[in-house]
C-alpha cells in the first residue's frame, strides 16, 4: 500500500554534488523517522544519514558537513543533498521510512528500491 520511489541518482565527478529525492505514497497517515542508508559491494548496508518528525538530524561521520537531509512533510518527501562528493561515496543509495497508516494502527517500516551513486575519480 505504500511505496517509496527515489530520484536523483547519477554519474558525477569528484567534487562534484547531486540530490537524492525520496517521495512516499499510499495511504499515510504520518512519517515518523526517514533516513538513507547506502550499500557498496561488498559492504554491510550502513546508515548515511536520518530526519526526525520534528526535524532532527543524524549524519555519519563519513558525510558529515558534505550530506545534508531534509523533509517536506507536505508532500511526504525526503532529500539528500551531497556536496564534495569522493569516490568513497559510490554505493546504492536506499530511502527507508517509519510510516503509521492511520492514528490507531503501529508503525510499519519501507524501503526504497535504491538509486545508483558513482563518483568517478
Known amino acids: 500500500q505504500v511505496q517509496l520511489v527515489e530520484s536523483g541518482g547519477g554519474l558525477v565527478q569528484t567534487g562534484g554534488s547531486l540530490r537524492l529525492s525520496c517521495a512516499a505514497s499510499?495511504?499515510?497517515?504520518?512519517?515518523?523517522?526517514m533516513c538513507w542508508y547506502r550499500q557498496s559491494p561488498g559492504k554491510q548496508r550502513e546508515l548515511v544519514a536520518v530526519?526526525?518528525?520534528?526535524?532532527?538530524?543524524n549524519y555519519a561521520d563519513s558525510v558529515k558537513d558534505r550530506f545534508t537531509i531534509s523533509r517536506d512533510n507536505a508532500n511526504n518527501t525526503v532529500y539528500l543533498q551531497m556536496n564534495t562528493l569522493k569516490p568513497e561515496d559510490t554505493a546504492v543509495y536506499y530511502c527507508?521510512?517509519?510510516?503509521?497508516?492511520?492514528?490507531?494502527?503501529?508503525?510499519?517500516?519501507?524501503w526504497g528500491q535504491g538509486t545508483q551513486v558513482t563518483v568517478s575519480s
Open positions: 530526519i526526525g518528525s520534528g526535524g532532527s538530524t
Open positions: 499510499g495511504s499515510i497517515f504520518s512519517i515518523n523517522a
Open positions: 527507508y521510512a517509519v510510516v503509521r497508516l492511520s492514528r490507531a494502527s503501529n508503525q510499519y517500516q519501507y
